[in-house]
């Protein structure tokens, strides 16, 4: 609407012109008349743009005349437009990182409602755009229970470390658990077994192994809210327990396919040395983790003795 229209109408019951402008519907709304006779047309509203996407700008006389008050309007206009330009760069740049690694719109969305948890906050001062992005990507995929590691994610992303990603993951920890009465949880608790079927899927293994795998898994680190006992991997990664888990699962006979412990690591983000130190732990309780259906006591033989600590 054009300034001049806006300023020269007047309403046709009191004959005023102070008005609300409704940028989504597009109409000028009488502040003079009793709230029960406003009428608001709704419009379309995105909830990650400041204001819900829309703004509402008082026009009075003072505006008319370049007071005070019309350049208040200005600078909150400016500021809220500032804003969402920001977070409108913050979002493309979180589409690419998910394009780039096959994410789903869901997890998509909630790493984009994370940034704006975080921007409102000022957690993403002083942390450059791309580990912010990576961050909330990192903790969307925790919270939709698909997972991805630092390294996965640094792959993809050319303007950040592990490092960075890794500090901006902290900071945006700290502001989710922060927020109160938030429509979202901080991230839930990552169980080994949701790396697995991917980890599978990358290095060929058929279903038999992977379910295999995953029941290793959740013997091994039971999913959240299950009882679970102290072990000797305790702090490991969940990466790095998956990678062991896959390199005891298929040296078995009932396994087919039998990937190099380098691959394994290569696959799972992790170093060779990492795999072995935790497999080592899991050995020592082979007999408990691997299920019976997939190998009997005496295939257990078959397992590689651990390397000695160093």
Not at 7 to 17: A, G, I, L, N, R
Not at 213 to 227: K, L
């Amino acid at each position: 609407m054009a300034e001049r229209s806006r300023y020269d109408q007047k309403c046709k019951d009191c004959q005023e012109s102070n008005f609300v402008e409704d940028r989504a519907a597009g109409d000028l709304i009488c502040q003079d008349k009793p709230q029960a006779d406003r009428t608001r047309v709704g419009g379309a509203t995105d909830d990650l743009l400041s204001e819900g996407g829309i703004g509402a700008t008082v026009i009075t006389a003072s505006t008319k005349e370049g007071g005070n008050t019309a350049a208040r309007n200005l600078s909150r206009l400016q500021t809220r437009n500032n804003t969402d330009k920001t977070l409108q760069q913050a979002y493309s740049q979180i589409n690419r990182i998910s394009d780039k690694l096959g994410l789903t719109k869901t997890i998509t969305d909630t790493a984009q409602h994370y940034y704006k948890l975080v921007y409102e906050q000022k957690g993403a001062r002083g942390r450059g755009l791309a580990a912010v992005a990576a961050a909330v990507l990192f903790c969307a995929c925790r919270q939709e229970g698909l997972p991805r590691t630092f390294k996965e994610i640094e792959a993809v992303v050319p303007d950040a470390t592990k490092k960075d990603i890794g500090k901006a993951y902290k900071t945006i920890m700290a502001c989710l658990q922060a927020e109160e009465g938030a429509a979202t949880a901080a991230p839930k608790r990552v169980a080994v077994s949701d790396y697995m079927r991917r980890f599978c899927s990358h290095l060929g293994m058929n279903q038999k192994e992977s379910k295999a795998c995953i029941d290793v898994a959740d013997n091994a680190v039971p999913r959240e809210g299950t009882t679970r006992h102290n072990s000797p991997w305790d702090g490991k990664s969940p990466n790095s327990i998956a990678a062991a888990i896959i390199y005891m699962v298929t040296q078995l006979p009932a396994a087919t396919n039998k990937p190099s412990t380098t691959t394994i690591a290569l696959e799972c983000s992790i170093a060779e040395v990492t795999l072995q130190s935790t497999y080592r732990d899991l050995y020592t309780e082979k007999a408990v983790l691997i299920p019976k259906w997939f190998a009997k006591a005496e295939d257990l033989q078959h397992l590689q003795q651990p390397r000695e600590r160093y």
